[in-house]
């Protein structure tokens, strides 16, 4: 039964015997354990791709010797070499899993400064009903647009007393 894979970035890897290294492009957890998608690179190009469970001992053991005929890497440092891939893996799933951290309340102000007056600070209530008035840059070289009317003055919401 497959989970959901999610691409590593940056994508864990390890060297083997120069040139060959070991690149984990894709991971997720399933039901059988840590599954990802390994890659065996020789320099610059890929020479092998393979979809693992590396928590299931015959999963990983036809990777090392699927590699192993490629490279030429013995199968003790394929092993290791995996074994430190799924720490790399682990790690880089849960960088991806930590939140991210919200700005903090002096960070706020600057940022709603930037941004302008909030959206209900833009609308006044008279007799005549409500009004949208467009807030104005600080840098405003021109006179203030003029108010929108929006509705008017309805009995039915006024305060008890008042209509």
């Not at 399933?30 to 693992?52: F, I």
């Not at 009317?149 to 008042?162: D, E, L, M, N, Y």
Request: glycine share 8%.
């Amino acid at each position: 039964m497959p989970g959901i894979m999610n691409g590593l970035d940056p994508a864990p890897q390890v060297e083997l015997a120069d040139p060959w290294r070991l690149l984990a492009t894709q991971a997720g957890r399933s039901a059988y354990g840590l599954r990802a998608t390994v890659q065996l690179w020789k320099g610059p190009a890929m020479r092998q791709t393979l979809v693992c469970d590396l928590d299931e001992k015959d999963e990983v053991h036809e990777v090392v010797e699927a590699f192993a005929a490629e490279c030429g890497v013995t199968h003790e440092v394929l092993e290791q070499a995996l074994r430190d891939l799924y720490v790399g893996i682990e790690e880089a799933l849960r960088r991806q899993a930590e939140p991210v951290e919200r700005p903090k309340k002096a960070d706020l102000g600057e940022e709603a400064q930037r941004q302008g007056p909030a959206i209900a600070d833009c609308f006044t209530v008279d007799d005549h009903g409500v009004w949208y008035r467009p807030p104005v840059p600080p840098d405003w070289e021109l006179p203030p647009p003029e108010p929108v009317w929006i509705c008017g003055h309805s009995p039915s919401t006024a305060p008890h007393g008042t209509n």
